[in-house]
Structure formats: structure tokens, C-alpha cells
């Protein structure tokens, strides 16, 4: 093609110029995208390469597309309120209690004419292990904290505390004996402690390094003896 100027004063100037024509292809979709899981009160995201998802067959053009994230079939488009950011190809949220589901969502590749090639995945808000309230994961050993009558040890929480610990219920964990004590109920040694650690005392619900004032140690039995005034005089003897 050409065109030409002519103002009938000065010369004619002529241009010549091509028109290409090219087809233009919607994006071919590269892969298939996987179920993604998120757990409940924990931050998600997830990073998502567009160049490795869509490709534009055009060749002129190849670079020049568009990706975002939306509920499936949502009009116009959305995205669960959990989902904080969905741009530039990271789907970043957190999800709460209220939002244990599974979500149908698009990965949507948009071409320079606005042609649209949708590929569908899915969302999952995944609950903590029953026993714990708050988690990181899962399973039953990923517990940050746990449910009321259960006891935190590690990172799983326990029906019961195990020997060694007691159960404190006001943090749903299970706490260390005093050193002294073999099984206790609480963190008084002089008081919570119902079998003592081998080397201690016992002298009723308490279990001692050196046995209170007025009583001895009997090296015999680990009690506590108290003792009596001829003991005193044999001493003196
Ligand atoms: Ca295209």
C-alpha cells in the first residue's frame, strides 16, 4: 500500500507502508494447576508465574498478556473477602474459622483483544488437628495451642499429661513437676507432689532435699521422720 500527498504547490510525496494481518489466537493454557490448601489462621501465598501458565501464540506479541485470580463464574469478577492481594500473580490471604471451605477459583489469562483462557483450581481452608485451637498444621502434632481439656506438651496436645508434668488449665499445658517430684499436680513441691524423684523425701504431699525443720531424712525409705526428743538427747550424749 501506499499513500501520497499532494498539495498541488510542492512535489508529491509518496509513502509506501504493509499492513501485516495476523490471526489472533486466544493463550494456550501450558498446564493444568494444582489444589492448593491453606490452614486456618495461618498466612498464605502463592507465587504463580504467568509466562509458565499461558503463552500467546502470537509471536509479535508474546509477552503481551494479562493473568488475575477470580472466583469461578463470579460476575464481575471477585475473590473470597480472605483473599487479601491477587495481583501480579501472587494469591496471598489468610483464612479464619468462618472460612473452612474449599473455593473454586480461575487463573484468567487476558490477551491484547481481551480474549480470555480460564484455567480452574481449587482453594482449601484446612482446620487445626481437633484437639488443638490454634496450629500450623494439620496433623495432630502441629498444634500451637489446644482446645479446652486438652493439654499442650511439644506440640500435640494430650487427653492427659504424662508423668513428670501436670496440667494447667488456665493455658491448656501441661508444666514441668518441681524437681523434686516424680508425679504432681501442681508446682508446689511442698504440697502438689504424690511420688517424689529417686533422692527426695517424701513427707506428706511434699517431696524435700532436706526434710523441714523438726523432721529427718531416713535414707531407708525416703521418708521424712520426725524427730523425737531421745533422738535429741542421743545426739547430745
Ligand atoms: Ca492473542
Known sequence: MSVKLDDTITPIVS????IKVIWNWPLVALKELPNLYAIVDNKFWFDFDK???FKNPEEDLKDEFQMYFRSKDSKPPTVPYFIKNYTNGTLYGLGSNADINTFVFECVGVDDAKWETVIEFQLTIKPCYYKCSACWNTDYNTCLYCRKGFYLLGSECNDFCPTGTFALEETSKCSTCPK???VCAGKDPTS????CNTGYF???MGCYEVCPDGFWGDAQDFFCKRKSSTSLILMFL
Request: charge should be positive.
Open 180 to 182: 523434686t517430684c516424680k
Open 15 to 18: 509513502l509506501d507502508f504493509t
Open 51 to 53: 509466562y509458565a501458565i
Open 202 to 204: 517424701k513427707l506428706n
Open 192 to 195: 502438689n507432689c504424690s511420688v
